[in-house]
């Protein structure tokens, strides 16, 4: 398998996972550093820190110049916190391209 296929495959999977227990508020799935990195950690064919670039790059994640994190404000600690921020209209694109076959 080629690594392309791992990390798209590996993402849809992730995302499918969130979606059962994560809110998608603006077409954004919020979550913390931590839980993001033990999602991308389960696999080892690649680095955490390969990973987030690669993630950053395809647009699978929301981020700052030189972070894999936003600013998001918590309506519940009432302040500014860095988050993960998942793209839910790339996913929704990454899913449809990668699992619908065309006969050419």
Known sequence: ????ELIVKEYISIVEHLE???PIENNR???DREVF??????YNYMTFSAKTKIYKQLN????DKNNYTMPYKDTEL???VRK???NYVTY???KHLFENEIAI
Do not use: Y
């Open 60 to 63: 699978f994640i929301m981020h």
């Open 20 to 22: 059962q227990i994560k």
């Open 37 to 42: 990195r033990t999602l991308l950690e389960q």
């Open 92 to 94: 929704q694109t990454v």
């Open 84 to 86: 993960v921020i998942i």
């Open 78 to 80: 009432k302040k500014t």
């Open 29 to 31: 799935i919020v979550l």
């Open 1 to 4: 398998m080629k690594p392309f």
